[in-house]
């Protein structure tokens, strides 16, 4: 996979006219809390409720796939994405779900017609048989990870950081697969490489996290987490693994209860809804302020998917008087 700025740039040419330009708005509350300056970029605003359509859209018009089926296995945003790009072109797609998904990302998918098969077990076992499927369909399998179009549309974020906030210390990214934190990192390192690149992910799913300190990809046993749309292991060939231990500066873990507490936080305070794998940027922004203080920080706000039964439960327990 080339390591180029140049195909972060062509994603951009694929996919403006579709997607939305998020904002980036300044965040009091977090500055005070880190002694620095804290900006959110705001993808839980993009369309689909997440950065997911910025990939899908760069890997359907990038490689060439419209004459086949199209095939994914998603936690549910990814899944989301897939279904509302199959809608906007009149194709046929095939998303395979754990059966623990939010039942609000089940529905939006169901919603834009795709057909959704939930899988019991986990993520990694939804994935196994979308993989198999999608096999045996001559179908093609569009993972929400492991693909370089995938990861170059996902960089486009970091292009309209850079240009909304020229001068930034620290970048802090969710990690799942690595998809999302592959394409920032890919192009905020070819543009200014002292701009220090932060993964966080949930103690309840450290995938990424314990690969990375082995130097090799491991598998771990899962825990239930909040933060779904980063819950799962990785696959055993994924080239986000590579890029991510050369490019990132450092990962590290959030706990569930720190990542409840600040979606409630965003709500109180800026009135954003944001969903588990979102808030871990604001979590690990509480947990570890002291190494952000004094620096100009853009925490990402991935996606606002969360079912209205969490929500209920997370502002009567974080957010009474």
């Known amino acids: 996979m080339e390591r180029t700025l140049n195909n972060i740039y062509q994603a951009k040419k694929r996919i403006d006219k579709y997607i939305w330009k998020t904002p980036i708005e300044y965040s009091p509350v977090y500055s005070d809390l880190i002694g620095g300056e804290v900006y959110l970029k705001l993808e839980n605003l993009q369309l689909t409720g997440s950065f997911k359509i910025r990939g899908v859209l760069n890997k359907v018009l990038g490689d060439n796939i419209l004459n086949k089926e199209w095939v994914t296995a998603s936690a549910g945003n990814h899944g989301k994405a897939l279904a509302y790009t199959a809608s906007l072109f009149?194709?046929?797609?095939?998303?395979?779900?754990?059966e623990n998904a939010p039942e609000t990302k089940k529905r939006a998918i169901k919603g834009y017609g795709a057909k959704l098969i939930e899988v019991k077990g986990t993520y990694d076992e939804a994935e196994e048989e979308a993989i198999k499927?999608?096999?045996?369909?001559?179908?093609?399998?569009?993972?929400?990870?492991?693909?370089?179009?995938?990861?170059?549309?996902?960089?486009?974020?970091?292009?309209?950081?850079?240009?909304?906030?020229?001068?930034?210390?620290?970048?802090?990214?969710?990690?799942?697969?690595?998809?999302?934190?592959?394409?920032?990192?890919?192009?905020?390192?070819?543009?200014?490489?002292?701009?220090?690149?932060?993964?966080?992910?949930?103690?309840?799913?450290p995938s990424m996290y314990n690969?990375?300190?082995?130097?090799?990809?491991?598998?771990?046993?899962?825990?239930?987490?909040?933060?779904?749309?980063?819950?799962?292991?990785?696959?055993?060939?994924?080239?986000?693994?590579?890029?991510?231990?050369?490019?990132?500066?450092?990962?590290i873990l959030v706990e569930e209860w720190r990542i409840e507490k600040h979606i409630a936080q965003l709500i109180k305070t800026?009135?954003?809804?944001?969903?588990?794998?979102?808030?871990?940027?604001?979590?690990?922004?509480?947990?570890?302020?002291n190494r952000f203080t004094g620096k100009r920080v853009c925490a990402l706000l991935t996606g606002r998917n969360i079912d209205h039964t969490q929500i209920t439960k997370i502002i009567n327990r974080y957010c009474g008087d």
């Open 270 to 289: 800026h009135k954003q809804i944001i969903e588990g794998a979102a808030a871990t940027t604001l979590a690990a922004l509480d947990k570890y302020r």
């Open 90 to 98: 009149k194709h046929k797609c095939t998303v395979y779900v754990p």
């Open 133 to 205: 499927f999608a096999s045996s369909t001559n179908s093609v399998y569009i993972s929400p990870y492991n693909d370089p179009y995938i990861i170059y549309g996902q960089g486009t974020i970091a292009l309209e950081i850079i240009n909304d906030l020229p001068e930034l210390d620290v970048v802090v990214i969710p990690v799942g697969g690595g998809g999302l934190a592959s394409g920032i990192a890919l192009a905020i390192k070819n543009i200014d490489k002292d701009i220090e690149i932060i993964g966080v992910q949930s103690k309840a799913s």
């Open 211 to 251: 690969s990375l300190r082995a130097g090799k990809i491991v598998e771990v046993k899962l825990k239930k987490s909040i933060a779904d749309g980063l819950h799962g292991n990785i696959e055993k060939d994924s080239i986000t693994f590579d890029i991510l231990k050369d490019m990132l500066d450092d990962i």
